[in-house]
């Protein structure tokens, strides 16, 4: 069966610096893998998509960014973190017209 | 633009009662339209999903209601449990992207 990590849990980093959030998945090959943001009470908003390795789609101009470096592996990443950036980090798959999503990550910039 | 419409924002019903939360788009595109329940601190978890061409779906207590014409869909819960409070999301898929709605918070009073 099809399963999604995602790590850390949770996450308290300074403003400043570097964020390094990875996502697998296993039991498919050449998922379509997405990062999502969720702030306190808010709803989805969709950060990157990837159809392929290499392949990113950027759907809101910030201080992040993605990478692909392997088939089930996504990356989400910052040089420099904001104050902004604080949420909840949401990886998923797409299998047909549905998602399944990681446990996510809390992340707290202080 | 928010391409899916989500209401009520929250909502509080009696043990026993009916929830009911309400979902509107535009994009005649979308070719499939899941409902995702959140309990804090969790990822997403798919609840129930229905393709266009269907107009009801029903999966023990959790129901999906599907207009096409009116481009609207809603999702019913009931005999609704204290076990159910958690946040729903309606989304609505094409192609590659999912658009989600904003959420309803649900409360069920025992």
């Known amino acids: 069966s099809q399963t999604i990590h995602q790590w850390p849990a949770t996450l308290v980093q300074p403003v400043g610096s570097p964020l390094s959030l990875e996502c697998t998945v296993e039991g498919t090959s050449n998922p379509n893998l997405y990062w999502y943001r969720q702030a306190a009470g808010r709803g989805l908003q969709l950060l990157f998509y990837s159809v392929g390795i290499g392949q990113i789609s950027s759907e809101v101009p910030q201080n992040l960014s993605a990478s692909r470096p392997q088939d089930r592996q996504f990356i989400l990443s910052s040089k420099k973190l904001l104050l902004s950036d604080s949420g909840f980090y949401l990886c998923a798959w797409r299998h047909g017209g549905r998602h399944t999503f990681g446990s996510g990550t809390r992340l707290t910039v202080v | 633009q928010q391409q899916v419409k989500q209401s009520p924002q929250s909502l509080i019903v009696q043990k026993g009662g009916i929830s009911i939360i309400n979902c509107a788009y535009e994009n005649t595109a979308f070719d499939y339209f899941p409902w995702y329940q959140q309990f804090p601190g969790k990822g997403p978890a798919l609840l129930i999903a229905i393709r266009p061409d269907v107009s009801e779906k029903k999966e023990g207590r959790f129901t999906i209601s599907f207009n096409k014409s009116a481009k609207q869909f809603s999702l019913h819960i009931m005999d609704s449990q204290p076990g159910d409070s958690a946040t729903y999301f309606c989304?609505?898929?094409?192609?590659?992207?999912?658009?989600f709605g904003t959420g309803t918070s649900l409360t069920v009073i025992p």
């Open positions: 989304a609505a898929h094409t192609g590659n992207q999912f658009y």
